[in-house]
């Protein structure tokens, strides 16, 4: 199957134009809308939530993952095989965790070239068709790239909110494992429910979240990414004017 995971938002012919072009490209192979509201323009944070979902996913799933805010610059298009799956995207620190985190992953840089590729929608002309070659079973078409550029400076776990999704459920970059032990963290696509519960946790468990997009609602978590805020994304009086949460 191939996993669409973009900044597109959800109204606009992007996806609909990637999705027709995998439809002729990789006819009868299964296409998953995962996100399409990821952190817009924002590879960090997105990197840990793509980090968070792909393990949903078994072995074999191709991703095609477009947040670019660099299209058309001098960032280099990437595929990496992480863990037995494909993801497609800028090269941009988007598949920093997913590598990262992986037992093995072998990164190429994309050599192929469309006939027409636009200066500005590389998810469509580019990324698009390469997804469907490995989803089809089709070798890389790239070159490997060991020098690639890394994010060392970006956290293993980010004590930041990264996404709020529409019922108000805030998530950040952090894994259950980063609470403190015996704090049981929230089950799957759970929340923290009310002010004092969620302060209690964050101080007995020794952290301070921040948010990095206190106006946006664009980012949301699963089993791994983990500490869902609903009180603070629900209460502005939750966010200070630095676009910190403050709990308790």
Known sequence: MIVLFTDFGLQGPYTGQMKAVLHQTAPGIPI??????????????????????????????????????????ARPPAMLDADGRWYVGPGNGLFELIERRATTARRFEIDWRPLHLSASFHGRDLFAPVAAMLARGEPPPGRPRKDAERRSDWPDDLAEI?????????????????????????AAGSSVQG??????????????????????P?????????????????SRSSLDRNGRCVLG
């Open 195 to 216: 002010r004092s519960a969620t302060g209690r946790r964050a101080r007995r468990s020794g952290m301070r979240i921040r948010t990095v997009l206190p106006r946006s």
């Open 32 to 73: 998953i809308d995962l996100f399409a509201d990821a952190p817009t323009g924002n590879p960090k944070a997105s990197a840990y939530l793509l980090a968070a979902y792909a393990q949903w996913f078994a072995a074999g799933t191709t991703f095609l993952c477009v947040v670019d805010p660099g299209v058309g610059g």
């Open 162 to 186: 990264v996404y709020i999704d529409h019922f108000g459920n805030a998530m950040t970059g952090l894994r259950a494992s980063m609470l403190a032990p015996g704090l049981p963290p929230p």
């Open 218 to 234: 664009s980012i949301a978590g699963a089993r791994t990414a983990i500490l869902a805020l609903r009180s603070a994304a629900r």
